[in-house]
């Protein structure tokens, strides 16, 4: 059976400029900064994704915060904004080039906020919910909100298969555990006829067939740069 219509990349949105200031000792280069847009501008034309500046910006000024946290705090693992862009912002827009359109997500064990985050910054029409149950990345997810002005995005702080589910188009969840336990639990927050995404590597999840589903494919893709496979599980909710 065919999957669904690929999202559509958008071509043009509202333009949000975050001016960054720096202290003159700051841990981020103007070396490094120009590396970083420089990574992420490449990937986003090898996806062949139209982001504009502002988004741009916001892109960079979320990989400069994480930095600045990672500072502190583990966040995620990646320490340079380079290895952000590559790793986190990038792969969150692969993946968007997989997915099919939604009008809202929720991104559960979200982490540091992704993929969730950089489809609040590059759709800023859909509404994304970002679900973590630790208290640290929750707080750098409220933080990041504020610093990059996004109105699009909320956070819920707890166990998914504790909190009240809100049903929304579509949910995504990547490395929060086992494919069908995460199956499972997202089910309850996708609304009938939304999508539930689940990443994987280049060999896709085992699922088993779950009552509630009406429909599964899988996706492939690859990351910009180094040319990694991905693939992404789709299934429709009945």
Request: aromatic share 8%; hydrophobic share 40%; charged share 30%.
């Given at each position: 059976m065919e999957g669904p219509e690929p999202l559509l990349r958008p071509g043009s949105f509202a333009a949000f400029h975050v001016e960054r200031e720096r202290s003159s000792s700051g841990s981020t280069t103007v070396a490094e900064d120009l590396k970083a847009r420089q990574r992420l501008k490449r990937?986003?034309?090898?996806?062949?994704?139209?982001?504009?500046?502002?988004?741009?910006?916001q892109l960079l000024s979320l990989a400069e915060l994480l930095e600045s946290w990672g500072e502190r705090i583990n966040l995620t693992g990646h320490q340079s904004q380079a290895e952000i862009v590559s790793r986190l912002l990038l792969e969150a827009v692969a993946l968007l080039t997989a997915a099919p359109a939604f009008e809202s997500l929720?991104?559960?064990?979200?982490g540091a906020g992704f993929p969730g985050l950089p489809v609040a910054i590059l759709l800023p029409d859909v509404q994304v919910t970002l679900v973590d149950s630790r208290?640290?990345?929750?707080?750098?997810?409220?933080?990041?909100?504020?610093?990059?002005?996004l109105e699009n995005v909320r956070t819920e702080l707890g166990r998914v298969e504790e909190l009240a589910a809100v049903e929304h188009h579509a949910g995504v969840a990547q490395a929060m555990a086992k494919p069908n336990q995460v199956v499972a639990w997202m089910l309850p927050w996708v609304r009938p006829s939304g999508w539930l995404l689940v990443p994987g590597a280049e060999n896709p999840p085992r699922i088993e067939a779950k009552p509630g589903i009406r429909f599964e494919t899988?996706?492939?893709?690859?990351?910009?740069?180094?040319?990694?496979?991905?693939?992404?599980?789709?299934g429709q909710k009945l």
């Open positions: 990937g986003l034309d090898e996806l062949g994704w139209a982001a504009e500046r502002g988004q741009i910006d929720v991104d559960l064990g979200s208290q640290r990345r929750h707080h750098f997810q409220r933080a990041a909100i504020r610093e990059l002005g899988i996706r492939r893709y690859r990351l910009p740069g180094n040319g990694a496979a991905r693939t992404l599980w789709i």
